[in-house]
C-alpha cells in the first residue's frame, strides 16, 4: 500500500513539474531543424526550447536513469517508465539529442573508468558536448571488424592515422567514439579499441558528403597522426569491440524505437485513405489492393508495437531477453517503410510531388520520410545483417559469417 502510494504521489509530482516547466510550444510535435542538439555551438530554435532544455538539464531528465552524481535524474526503471509516460501523455519534446546520451554515455557507464565518467557523462547530459561516432570505414560497413584506421603506441599518447566515413554531423560534434586498430596479428575482432577523439586536435579534417536531396548530414572524417591521450581508451587495450557491442545495443534500440527521425507530419493512415481514395489512385493501383495492404500493415504494426511493449515491460523488471531488441529493429524498421510505401500510393501523384498547393508541408514532409526512413535499415547494422544475427543468436542455426 505505501509503494503504490509512493509510486502515486510520484507521478503526480513529475505530472505538475512537466505543466510546469515543458512550454506548450514544446509539446507539439518534433520537426528535424527545432531539435536541440548538445554541443559548443548549441542552438536553440526559441526561448521556450532554451527554456525547456535548461529545466529538463537541471533536474537530470535529460538522462533519467543515469545516477545523479553523474548528472543523470537518478531515477529507477519504474520512475523512468513514469517520466516517459507523462512525457508521452502531454506530448513534450525531447529535451536533448545526441549521441553521446543514446550511444556512448550507456557504454561508459558500463566500461568506463572513474575518471571518464566524471569527465565525460555530466557534459553529455548537461548538453556542453555534442558527439559522432567513428565506426564506418571505406571497407569496414556490415564488416566492421575489417577496419584498419591504426592507432600506434606513442608513450603517453596512441597516434592516430586513417579515416571513418558516414560520421552523421562529425562537422557539428565537438567529440568522436572511434573504433581504431591496435593490433593486426591476431583475429581481427581481438585487436580493436575504443577510442575517444576530440575533434579540435590537429591533424583531424572533416569533409561532408553532399546528397542527392542537397542535405549534407554525413561527413568522412580523416586523422592524420592525430596524438590522443592514453587516458582516452575505454575499456582493455585491444579489447574495444566488448565495448563497440554495447554502443551497437543502444544504437539499435534507438533505430527500433524511432518510428521516423524525419520531420513527422500529423498523419493518420486510416483517414488519408477515406480522404484521398476513391474505386483507384492516379497510377490506376485500385483501392482494393491498397485497403488490403494497408490491414495487413496495421496487423503487423499492432504486432510490431506489443513487441516493444514487451521489451519495455521486461526493461522494467531489468529481465530482458536479449533476443527480442534484435527482432524489434529488423521488425520495426521494415514496418515503417511498408507503411510509408502505402501511403505514397495512396497519395498517387500527389505523393510524387515535393509540395501541394493544398497542405505543402504535408506532402513535402512525406517524400522526404519517404526517402529518409530508407536509412533505417541500413544505419546501426543492415537488415541483411540483422537477420544473420538473428539466425546465430535467436535461433542458433550453425554460422554463417557474421560479423557482430
Ligand atoms: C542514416 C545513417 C547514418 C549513419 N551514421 C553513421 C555514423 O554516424 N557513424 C558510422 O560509423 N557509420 C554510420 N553509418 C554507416 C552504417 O553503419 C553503414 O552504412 C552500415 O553498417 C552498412 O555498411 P556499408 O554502408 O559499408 O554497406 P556494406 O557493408 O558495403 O553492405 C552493402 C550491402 O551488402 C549487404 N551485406 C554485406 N555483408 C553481408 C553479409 N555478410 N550477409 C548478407 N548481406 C550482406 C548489406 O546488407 C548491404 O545491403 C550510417 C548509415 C546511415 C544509413
Redesign the pocket.
Given at each position: 500500500m505505501k509503494n503504490a502510494d509512493t509510486a502515486v504521489s510520484f507521478r503526480t509530482e513529475i505530472k505538475s513539474w512537466l505543466q510546469k516547466n515543458c512550454p506548450i510550444s514544446q509539446r507539439q510535435p518534433i520537426i528535424q531543424k527545432e531539435q536541440i542538439w548538445g554541443g559548443r555551438n548549441k542552438h536553440f530554435y526559441n526561448d521556450d526550447a532554451r527554456h525547456w532544455f535548461e529545466a529538463a538539464r537541471d533536474r537530470g531528465f535529460t538522462a533519467p536513469e543515469w545516477p545523479a552524481r553523474y548528472g543523470g535524474g537518478g531515477l529507477s526503471a519504474d520512475q523512468a517508465a513514469v517520466l516517459r509516460e507523462e512525457m508521452q501523455d502531454l506530448g513534450c519534446r525531447p529535451p536533448l539529442y545526441d549521441?553521446g546520451l543514446w550511444m556512448l554515455g550507456p557504454a561508459l557507464l558500463v566500461f568506463g573508468t572513474e575518471a571518464q565518467k566524471q569527465r565525460h557523462l555530466p557534459a553529455i547530459c548537461r548538453g556542453e558536448i555534442r558527439w559522432?561516432?567513428?565506426?564506418?570505414e571505406p571497407f569496414?560497413?556490415?564488416?566492421?571488424a575489417n577496419l584498419q584506421t591504426k592507432a600506434e603506441d606513442d608513450g603517453d599518447f596512441f597516434k592516430v592515422t586513417g579515416s571513418?566515413?558516414?560520421?552523421?554531423r562529425a562537422d557539428a560534434a565537438d567529440w568522436i567514439f572511434c573504433l581504431v586498430r591496435t593490433d593486426d596479428s591476431g583475429p581481427k575482432q581481438q585487436g580493436i579499441s575504443f577510442l575517444l577523439i576530440d575533434l579540435a586536435s590537429a591533424g583531424v579534417s572533416i569533409a561532408p558528403i553532399p546528397l542527392l536531396s542537397g542535405d549534407s548530414?554525413?561527413c568522412q572524417t580523416f586523422f592524420d597522426d592525430v596524438r590522443v591521450p592514453k587516458d582516452n581508451l575505454v575499456g582493455e587495450l585491444h579489447g574495444g569491440w566488448a565495448v563497440a557491442k554495447e554502443v551497437l545495443r543502444h544504437e539499435r534500440q534507438l533505430m527500433a524505437s524511432f518510428e521516423s527521425m524525419a520531420e513527422k507530419p500529423k498523419l493518420n493512415i486510416i483517414d488519408l485513405f477515406n480522404e484521398h481514395m476513391g474505386n483507384e489512385n492516379a497510377y490506376g493501383i485500385s483501392s482494393t489492393d491498397i485497403r488490403s495492404r494497408l490491414a495487413s500493415h496495421l496487423i503487423r504494426d499492432s504486432a510490431v508495437k506489443q513487441l516493444g511493449n514487451r521489451i519495455a515491460q521486461q526493461h522494467e523488471v531489468q529481465s530482458v531477453d536479449s533476443r527480442l531488441p534484435l527482432l524489434m529493429k529488423y521488425l520495426s524498421t521494415r514496418e515503417v517503410q511498408h507503411k510509408n510505401e502505402i501511403i505514397l500510393d495512396i497519395l498517387g501523384t500527389r505523393g510524387l510531388s515535393l509540395a501541394s498547393p493544398d497542405n505543402p508541408e504535408l506532402y513535402d514532409s512525406m517524400v522526404k520520410q519517404w526517402a529518409f526512413d530508407k536509412?533505417l535499415t541500413?544505419?546501426?547494422?543492415?537488415?541483411?545483417?540483422q537477420l544473420?544475427i538473428i539466425a546465430k543468436r535467436a535461433l542458433e542455426l550453425p554460422s554463417?559469417?557474421?560479423?557482430e
Amino acid at each position: 500500500m505505501k509503494n503504490a502510494d509512493t509510486a502515486v504521489s510520484f507521478r503526480t509530482e513529475i505530472k505538475s513539474w512537466l505543466q510546469k516547466n515543458c512550454p506548450i510550444s514544446q509539446r507539439q510535435p518534433i520537426i528535424q531543424k527545432e531539435q536541440i542538439w548538445g554541443g559548443r555551438n548549441k542552438h536553440f530554435y526559441n526561448d521556450d526550447a532554451r527554456h525547456w532544455f535548461e529545466a529538463a538539464r537541471d533536474r537530470g531528465f535529460t538522462a533519467p536513469e543515469w545516477p545523479a552524481r553523474y548528472g543523470g535524474g537518478g531515477l529507477s526503471a519504474d520512475q523512468a517508465a513514469v517520466l516517459r509516460e507523462e512525457m508521452q501523455d502531454l506530448g513534450c519534446r525531447p529535451p536533448l539529442y545526441d549521441q553521446g546520451l543514446w550511444m556512448l554515455g550507456p557504454a561508459l557507464l558500463v566500461f568506463g573508468t572513474e575518471a571518464q565518467k566524471q569527465r565525460h557523462l555530466p557534459a553529455i547530459c548537461r548538453g556542453e558536448i555534442r558527439w559522432a561516432q567513428g565506426y564506418s570505414e571505406p571497407f569496414a560497413g556490415s564488416d566492421l571488424a575489417n577496419l584498419q584506421t591504426k592507432a600506434e603506441d606513442d608513450g603517453d599518447f596512441f597516434k592516430v592515422t586513417g579515416s571513418k566515413i558516414w560520421t552523421t554531423r562529425a562537422d557539428a560534434a565537438d567529440w568522436i567514439f572511434c573504433l581504431v586498430r591496435t593490433d593486426d596479428s591476431g583475429p581481427k575482432q581481438q585487436g580493436i579499441s575504443f577510442l575517444l577523439i576530440d575533434l579540435a586536435s590537429a591533424g583531424v579534417s572533416i569533409a561532408p558528403i553532399p546528397l542527392l536531396s542537397g542535405d549534407s548530414d554525413f561527413c568522412q572524417t580523416f586523422f592524420d597522426d592525430v596524438r590522443v591521450p592514453k587516458d582516452n581508451l575505454v575499456g582493455e587495450l585491444h579489447g574495444g569491440w566488448a565495448v563497440a557491442k554495447e554502443v551497437l545495443r543502444h544504437e539499435r534500440q534507438l533505430m527500433a524505437s524511432f518510428e521516423s527521425m524525419a520531420e513527422k507530419p500529423k498523419l493518420n493512415i486510416i483517414d488519408l485513405f477515406n480522404e484521398h481514395m476513391g474505386n483507384e489512385n492516379a497510377y490506376g493501383i485500385s483501392s482494393t489492393d491498397i485497403r488490403s495492404r494497408l490491414a495487413s500493415h496495421l496487423i503487423r504494426d499492432s504486432a510490431v508495437k506489443q513487441l516493444g511493449n514487451r521489451i519495455a515491460q521486461q526493461h522494467e523488471v531489468q529481465s530482458v531477453d536479449s533476443r527480442l531488441p534484435l527482432l524489434m529493429k529488423y521488425l520495426s524498421t521494415r514496418e515503417v517503410q511498408h507503411k510509408n510505401e502505402i501511403i505514397l500510393d495512396i497519395l498517387g501523384t500527389r505523393g510524387l510531388s515535393l509540395a501541394s498547393p493544398d497542405n505543402p508541408e504535408l506532402y513535402d514532409s512525406m517524400v522526404k520520410q519517404w526517402a529518409f526512413d530508407k536509412a533505417l535499415t541500413i544505419a546501426g547494422g543492415t537488415s541483411e545483417i540483422q537477420l544473420n544475427i538473428i539466425a546465430k543468436r535467436a535461433l542458433e542455426l550453425p554460422s554463417a559469417s557474421t560479423p557482430e
